[in-house]
């Protein structure tokens, strides 16, 4: 099941690549110069994105497992006027959000839907003579699981039992 979280991650990795140059170019903004995964805390060009998951959650009720992830995007941004850092940073944040919200019900992988949700302006730095900024937004991840089927259940129990013959 874990399965889903890192396909969820590649695939929205995937839809920001294609889709956020246009919607950046569209507020007069740069595109990212890159796209990570493993969030380091160092910024070597920005500005960059970063798709990471924080956790996830699997509840088998009803019909197949249900699969609530979150998914964190990460976006440094860095210029010399803190007023003016603030309000790229909400063209940046818009544009991730517009990206995935012009995905929904194309994710596949049993994705239902990825949906946006907190975001933080908060984390805010100065570097040299200028200010970094990295906002962040929250996705949702819901996966679905099929149902096992009674053909897969036959063929798990005569893999059991070819594993465990009787005594």
Known sequence: MADYLAAA???IDGVLQERTPAL??????Q???????AD??????????????????ISDEGQGLQQVGTVMVIMGIAGTDPENLVNTA???VGAVTDAIESADGSWGNNIRHVHPGEQDYS?????????????TV???????????TPADNAVTVAAFEAMHPPY
């Open 90 to 92: 909400m063209d940046y």
């Open 123 to 135: 984390a805010r730095f100065r570097r040299g003579e200028g200010f970094v900024i990295f906002p």
């Open 24 to 29: 950046l170019q569209k507020r007069n903004r």
């Open 138 to 148: 929250l996705l949702t991840v819901e996966a679905t699981e099929p149902p096992v």
């Open 9 to 11: 991650v590649k695939a």
């Open 40 to 57: 380091t805390g160092v910024m070597l060009n920005p500005p960059t994105c970063w798709v990471t998951p924080l956790h996830n959650s």
């Open 31 to 37: 595109p990212f110069a890159e796209f990570l995964h």
